[in-house]
């Protein structure tokens, strides 16, 4: 009866670490398929130039822009767009904030930023070859374009 006993402790305790273990690996993996998104200009010119990716900015409201939450939640933040970036692009944010507290030199970067590339409304893509080159833009976010439209779109400007 004991041996019984102790037989279902070890089958429980290894189930225990085995669910822990992939919980651990599954973490371990989303975590490598998360492209990061970069605040400094020159930091993210210097690695597009160094990884011969292209440079996508995103100008943005992030705390009060509701296309911009849109366009983060429905496109940005998905596995498909993830694994896109990471093979494709350094990704930049220029942000916009209205409560978010941010630097005053990051905040003169990204107003030199929005002047130079003419940004008008949020959210802006621009998409820059690895010598700075512009590609193209994408002002605004349409929902119906979806994720795989936009990744479409930007793929449609990387090949021009």
Known sequence: MRKTAARRFCQVKHLIFSVLAATILAGTASAQTQAQWLTDFKKAQEEAKATNKLLLIEFTGSDWCAPCRILQRDVLST???QEYAIKNLILLEVDFPRAKPQTAELARQNQTLAQR??????PSIIL???DGKKL?????YDPRLGRQGYIDALEKMRKS
């Open 136 to 140: 193209g833009e994408l002002v605004g």
């Open 117 to 122: 590339f003419g940004i008008e409304g949020f």
């Open 128 to 130: 820059l070859n690895a």
């Open 79 to 81: 596995r498909e767009f």
